[in-house]
């Protein structure tokens, strides 16, 4: 590999890091500002873009451990954010689904607009790449999170 690409792809890896950490601190705050833990903001996320989803793929989606599943769908449906119904096609199941809340959308509005901005400064085989980018940075940074979760605690 040559030096410049070596450099380009450090330049990816510190540049996604940093995002990942910016990224983190954005909805930590947001979260903070509801009343919710960052991995409660983000599963309420999961269940927004997802619809209503059983505590098993929330598992799989999250890449949690399954009782730390059961106790954040706790913890949410303490903080009224989220309610089980019984699954349509198998009462034995159950369905996670947001309970109606109103949505404070200017933290998001503000971002979005940024990031729009960003987006047209590139090409569409560059949005393409970076779609593609994306898509594989995030199943395998999720498979990490599973795998970490799978694995015995050191200690």
Do not use: N
């Amino acid at each position: 590999m040559s030096s410049e690409r070596a450099k380009l792809i450090e330049q990816v890896l510190s540049g996604g890091r940093e995002l990942s950490t910016a990224t983190v601190m954005f909805h930590t705050a947001i979260a903070e500002r509801v009343g919710l833990s960052p991995v409660e903001m983000k599963t309420a996320d999961y269940l927004e873009r997802l619809g209503p989803l059983t505590p098993k793929e929330l598992v799989e989606h999250s890449g949690l451990a399954p009782a730390s599943v059961t106790a954040l769908i706790d913890r949410l449906e303490r903080k009224g954010f989220v309610r089980r119904r019984p699954h349509p096609a198998d009462r034995r199941r159950v369905l996670v689904e947001l309970a109606p809340r109103p949505v404070d959308e200017s933290p998001w509005e503000f971002l979005i607009a940024r990031l729009t901005d960003v987006c047209k400064r590139f090409s569409d085989d560059e949005l393409r790449a970076i779609v593609q980018f994306l898509d594989l940075a995030t199943r395998h940074t999720h498979d990490s999170a599973a795998r970490i979760t799978e694995s015995p605690k050191e200690g």
